[in-house]
């Protein structure tokens, strides 16, 4: 004989009221965090508690209802990353842990986050890209995956879809953005190694402004700019090659800017492996101060990028309506300082 499935209850908020001893327009106030009306944290644990007790769900459907679309989707934010490579990268888990705790403070929710290339699916585009979904979006370092004109169209069509949008890392266009000067980081780097009495330097890394900010050291320390070897290298796999590279196309200089330091460590590695010293031989300064560039051997001299707090100011900057299309973008630049250690 087939047993027959008992139907579950609905726990409702008036369940919830009723269990924790106080007023349903309480429980909707813990629910959605409100922060127009204070809740004493007794009441509020016992709120918590009863929630936990019954197995409450809130209802999006009926929440939506009951706020409007717009204003329930007010206080969701998107993260669109520029690829599922950021996952893998303590820099960036830096940056997502900004955003997931300032989020968390300030009663918002992260509703979703997408890499770049997924927004080129129209139908997902459609579903997540739109003032009923999200009130804000946090976009990070996008420039590196715009390589086509239909890539910004994407980028415009957010701009319109959405009201209250924030780029890290990067900037676009009448778009509001939070980062650090990458130039002048890798300026103060390099400046770094001319006061130590280090001349002969090259550059291992990304390439982009970190390369005219180590030509710009040149020139202020009377070299020419024309005379810096340079390496690309994005990663610590790449900065070991180009370590490798380095060493069979040209002399090993006195001291390596690296771009970030996934890069130095990649570069570390190869130089330890062959047994050149650091930094008799050879010094090594990066940008980033990632939590693992205190522990390589021998730790490593970088300049902190504040990065937590890049993703943190993003969210602040939505809560407070910042990013909004009708307000002027505002781009904002943190300042970056050295970390000395002993790779130097």
Not at 133 to 139: D, M
Not at 325 to 339: N, Y
């Amino acid at each position: 004989m087939k047993s027959e499935k008992v139907p579950t209850k609905t726990i409702t908020q008036n369940d919830v009221a009723k269990e924790a001893g106080v007023t349903r327009s309480m429980v909707s106030y813990v629910i959605n965090g409100n922060s127009d009306r204070s809740v004493a944290p007794a009441t509020k644990r016992r709120i918590l508690d009863a929630i936990e007790k019954l197995g409450y769900r809130p209802n999006k459907a009926a929440q939506a209802l009951q706020q409007g679309d717009v204003e329930f989707a007010s206080n969701r934010i998107g993260v669109v990353l520029c690829n599922a490579q950021v996952f893998s990268r303590p820099y960036y888990a830096d940056i997502l842990s900004g955003i997931h705790t300032a989020a968390h403070e300030n009663n918002y929710h992260v509703t979703f986050i997408r890499f770049f290339e997924e927004l080129k699916d129209p139908v997902l585009f459609n579903e997540l890209i739109h003032p009923e979904e999200v009130g804000g979006l946090i976009l990070v370092s996008l420039d590196q995956c715009l390589a086509q004109e239909d890539d910004r169209k994407i980028i415009d069509r957010i701009k319109e879809r959405v009201p209250n949008v924030v780029c890290v890392e990067w900037q676009y266009d009448g778009l509001c953005s939070i980062g650090f000067d990458r130039l002048l980081t890798a300026q103060k780097a390099c400046d770094y190694l001319f006061t130590k009495g280090i001349t002969d330097i090259a550059y291992i890394g990304e390439v982009d402004d970190r390369i005219s900010g180590v030509e710009r050291s040149f020139s202020n320390h009377g070299k020419n700019p024309l005379e810096l070897k340079t390496e690309a290298a994005y990663t610590v796999p790449s900065g070991y090659s180009a370590a490798k590279k380095f060493l069979e196309e040209n002399k090993l200089p006195q001291g390596f800017v690296c771009g970030s330091d996934e890069v130095a460590f990649g570069v570390m590695c190869w130089l330890n492996e062959n047994k050149i010293d650091i930094p008799g031989q050879v010094a090594v300064i990066s940008i980033d101060n990632i939590e693992m560039s205190g522990y390589t051997n021998p730790p490593l001299t970088t300049m902190n990028v504040q990065k937590v707090s890049m993703g943190a100011k993003a969210v602040e900057m939505i809560v407070q309506n910042k990013g909004k299309a009708e307000i002027e973008a505002i781009d904002i630049t943190l300042p970056t300082s050295i970390v000395e250690r002993k790779s130097v």
